[in-house]
């Protein structure tokens, strides 16, 4: 126990660690395992099959969290190219990077097109944790969030049947029919168990509060098992059950995303340094050639060929186009994925998983502190957009009402505005202006000034209207009405 709480504490001071340099938490976590191995303290763990059962539960809990905390409205806009990237974007991915594990770096057709559709997810946790401190467009932001929500499930088939020992792989058409079948029933059970659990726990009072997180988390998992007792997706039934429960006004709701959170935090933090401990450092310098070959074409090619082709008619600049290239953030899901070939006795398994550490490893170490930089190279930043903050309050339950965030930008051209002239809709009113490190509750005439953060209080039915209406007057000024400009 002391020992497992130590580790805690010091995953938990890694977070804070990474958080400052912009670097996906997950590299402590796996440097944490390998300084506990059988090259460090002599931890010796390499039960494969034990680490993909813990694995996958624990993915389980990371989708959960992100489908509870993903908004609706921000992901919406997204949905469409999302769907396109999580398949027809996973498919032209599996195809490069096999044919270059084949050609280049020597594996058999099996393995190497393992090698493509392990590599081909992005992760959700990598993802969020980077993603969601960039000020990016809602569409942009949510194309990226609900792709790394959806390609889990369409590559946990694929790897799964290529990994059976069952005789040989199926057709090609054998192989589509089953994808459909398992990403169609899969949907369904998570958009029926979602709605379904929402509305019972709006009308069922329970005894305490802290029941609801739990209710919540355990209706997500329900429908991963679920959907797995029908040979679906369990991974796409998860995620979307999470994300209906996370969208619908539950009692309890920020409670319940804080509940989840901290779950998932544990999740990955158990997760990444078991998969370090199941890494053997001896074998990884023999896999970094090999490794950089098929992350350096996994980064540089197969990503931005992908995006390419499934963008196509959707309106996407290439200014977007190439910030959706870089930011296909692996992480978790390659790992635990790899372990899948080992436990079904692939030849060639374990070499594998040492290069797909690897390719984990490195690039994340290379995109994620640059991210940021390109999405400013790419001009794809927003400032001034209203950001949600998660506050337990009884009064705001009762009032239906958000409290959001909104930090206004040197250029804004809300600076100069008096409150009054913003002219928010009934429901919605700014309750403090923070300006230098002092707060203050603004009055009618008051200005507002480049630099001031403002929190606003806004009922649902409100929210949207208040939010285009802050939009436009940054984007033209207190006249934007006159020049035509509705906040969209």
């Given at each position: 126990m002391l020992s497992g709480?130590?580790?805690v504490i010091v995953s938990i001071v890694a977070v804070r660690l990474s958080y400052r340099i912009g670097l996906p938490s997950l590299l402590a976590y796996l440097g944490l395992g390998l300084l506990l191995g059988e090259s460090g303290f002599g931890i010796r763990f390499d039960n494969a099959e034990l680490a993909q059962t813990l694995g996958l539960a624990a993915l389980v809990v990371i989708l959960t969290e992100g489908g509870l905390t993903t908004n609706w409205k921000d992901?919406?806009?997204?949905?469409?190219?999302a769907l396109s990237l999580a398949t027809i974007g996973t498919a032209v991915s599996v195809v490069v990077v096999a044919l270059t594990?084949?050609?280049?770096?020597?594996f058999d057709w099996r393995l190497a097109f393992l090698l493509g559709a392990v590599l081909a997810p992005t992760d959700s946790a990598a993802v969020f944790s980077v993603l969601r401190r960039l000020p990016l467009p809602r569409r942009l932001a949510g194309s990226l969030e609900a792709e790394s929500g959806f390609n889990d499930a369409p590559v946990v088939i694929i790897v799964v049947m290529l990994s059976s020992g069952?005789?040989?792989?199926?057709?090609l058409w054998s192989l589509l029919a089953i994808l459909l079948y398992e990403l169609v029933v899969g949907?369904?059970?998570?958009?029926?168990?979602?709605?379904?659990g929402a509305y019972a726990l709006r009308r069922v009072a329970l005894p305490a509060s802290g029941l609801y997180p739990i209710a919540v988390l355990s209706l997500a998992l329900g429908s991963y098992g679920a959907a797995t007792l029908l040979h679906a997706s369990g991974f796409l039934a998860c995620y979307l059950c999470a994300l209906a429960l996370g969208n619908a006004r539950l009692p309890h709701r920020p409670a319940t995303r804080?509940?989840?959170?901290g779950l998932a935090w544990l999740s990955q933090i158990g997760l990444f340094v078991m998969l370090g401990l199941l890494a053997s450092p001896s074998e990884l310098p023999v896999q970094v050639l090999p490794g950089l070959i098929a992350g350096f074409v996994l980064v540089l090619l197969a990503r931005p060929l992908s995006v390419l082709i499934s963008t196509l008619g959707f309106g996407i600049s290439w200014r977007e186009k190439a910030f959706l290239s870089w930011a296909g953030l692996r992480?978790?899901?390659p790992i635990v994925l790899a372990t899948v070939p080992m436990t079904n006795a692939v030849p060639g398994a374990q070499r594998m998983f040492a290069l797909v550490f690897v390719v984990v490893v490195v690039f994340t170490l290379l995109q994620g502190p640059t991210l940021p930089v390109f999405a400013r190279l790419c001009g794809v930043t927003v400032d001034g957009e209203p950001r949600e903050?998660?506050?337990?309050a009884a009064p705001l339950e009762e009032l239906d009402a958000d409290l959001l965030e909104v930090r206004v930008p040197p250029d804004s051209q809300l600076s100069g505005v008096e409150i009054f002239e913003l002219r928010l809709p009934t429901g919605a009113s700014i309750t403090l202006i923070v300006r230098d490190g002092q707060s203050f509750v603004p009055g009618p005439t008051d200005e507002i000034r480049g630099g001031d953060v403002l929190l606003v209080v806004a009922t649902a039915a409100a929210r949207d209207e208040a939010e285009r209406r802050l939009r436009a007057i940054s984007r033209r000024g207190k006249l934007a009405g006159w020049f035509g400009e509705t906040g969209e």
């Open positions: 709480a130590a580790l992901v919406r806009p997204g949905i469409p190219v594990g084949h050609y280049l770096i020597g069952h005789g040989h792989p199926p057709g949907a369904v059970v998570g958009l029926v168990i979602g709605p379904l804080g509940f989840a959170e992480g978790a899901v903050l998660q506050v337990e």
